[in-house]
């Protein structure tokens, strides 16, 4: 199969360009490099350096790479940021998923796999989280993804482009060869901000808030494996191969950590004492995101391996260590 991964040198592109590899397809990566790292893509798989919003450069690819499904995982992905600058996020973001539809509608290319967020529910009361809860993004990030998943499902009613949309909680860990990681820069993630600390590259961690309604005031976050992550795109690409049909699912293990746990787990892995200062709220965060995956399982036949949270924050402690 030819395969078109859209942010492929990205942290979790980077790991589905190797399992779809290993998996014995014909790999081509677009990813502009603003985010991502060539380096971090299989030397097997064709690089091509390019923007999702390049009309001329998408079809050129989509139609000499004879492309049979396209994984997209090209989009800016910061809470934080998307507050301060909501325009570069949906430039990038929504008028970034326009052209590629568009380009995928005009060389009948009609598959696609989209990187979506637990971001588009906001705040929920009812705990985990399904995927027929409404919709209520809080910030600009999550109202992009939104957008972008309203998109896809238009185009399948019009142009009968098939999608699996999925919905990431919050992705974490490294590969097990400590080859592939997260890399941020700036890093606004939680756990490669307490691995800085660990590594003495960070004297504290900030934690945004203690006056949260969770047990211990802190944000509670369901945190899965990119490893696990990545298994679940590979099914969605079997199901729309299978089935034909459009679908969305939640990716998470269905239970939290506070960040205070987070830190006491990587206590536990490194061995450092991680000082901390309560900070003030971040702006746009909800206290509680945690998914319900029994779709997933059911529908996608997802069996995750490593819902461990000391094995997912050593992953990537392993990968610092390397580096
Ligand atoms: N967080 C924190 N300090 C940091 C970074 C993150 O307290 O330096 C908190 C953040 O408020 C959220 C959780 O850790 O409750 C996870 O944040 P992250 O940015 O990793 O992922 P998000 O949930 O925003 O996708």
């Not at 779809?20 to 790292?37: A, F, K």
């Not at 999702?52 to 079809?59: E, G, K, P």
């Not at 049979?68 to 301060?84: C, P």
Request: net charge negative; glycine share 6%.
């Amino acid at each position: 199969m030819n395969i078109l991964i859209i942010g492929g040198a990205g942290y979790i592109g980077s790991h589905q360009v190797k399992m779809m590899l290993d998996y014995h397809n014909n790999v081509i990566v677009l990813d502009n490099l603003n985010t991502g790292y060539q380096e971090m893509v299989d030397h097997k798989a064709k690089f091509i350096k390019g923007d999702i919003r390049d009309y001329d450069l998408v079809c050129s690819i989509l139609k000499n790479e004879n492309i049979d499904v396209v994984m997209h995982f090209a989009a800016l992905s910061l809470v934080g940021v998307s507050m301060s600058q909501p325009s570069e996020y949906y430039d990038n973001n929504v008028v970034g998923m326009l052209n590629l539809l568009n380009c995928m509608k005009d060389c009948n290319v009609n598959k696609i796999v989209f990187s979506s967020t637990a971001a588009v529910y906001g705040e929920q009361t009812k705990m985990p989280i399904d995927e027929d809860a409404l919709t209520n993004p809080t910030n600009p990030y999550g109202e992009t993804k939104l957008a972008m998943e309203k998109m896809i499902k238009w185009f399948d009613e019009a142009y009968g482009i098939k999608y699996v949309t999925l919905r990431y909680f919050n992705v974490a860990g490294a590969s097990f060869d400590s080859t592939l990681g997260e890399l941020h820069n700036p890093e606004t993630h939680l756990i490669p901000i307490i691995l800085q600390v660990a590594l003495n590259q960070r004297e504290y961690l900030g934690v945004f808030g203690d006056d949260y309604d969770t047990n211990d005031g802190t944000c509670i976050r369901d945190y899965i494996h990119v490893e696990d992550l990545c298994m679940a795109h590979k099914l969605a690409v079997d199901y729309l191969f299978e089935t034909n049909k459009s679908n969305y699912f939640n990716l998470g293990y269905g239970h939290g950590f506070s960040v205070m746990e987070m830190i006491e787990a990587a206590r536990k892995v490194t061995s450092h004492a991680i000082p901390l200062k309560i900070e003030a709220r971040r702006a746009g965060d909800p206290a509680l995101l945690i998914a319900s995956n029994d779709k997933a399982k059911k529908v996608l036949h997802w069996n995750p391996q490593y819902d461990d949270i000391e094995l997912i924050i050593n992953s990537a402690y392993q990968f610092y260590l390397k580096r």
